[in-house]
């Protein structure tokens, strides 16, 4: 039976894999974070434009 004094592989594979996992967990929350102020962002220009609508139909502005 040979023995492997110096190099154990799966020793050195957890620390790289790890790293691996974690950025890929940084990128799923980047995304996530991202896509949530998108929607937020939306939301408020949809919010305002119909408050701008409602003013302008309160104030009888016709269109032309």
Known sequence: ???KL???HPAYMYPFMLVIFML????ITIY???IGLQLKTLDNIESYYKDQINTYIKKEVSFE
Do not use: A, D, E, H
């Open 24 to 27: 890929y967990l940084s990128l």
């Open 1 to 3: 039976m040979k023995r």
């Open 6 to 8: 110096f190099s154990n």
């Open 32 to 34: 996530t974070f991202q």
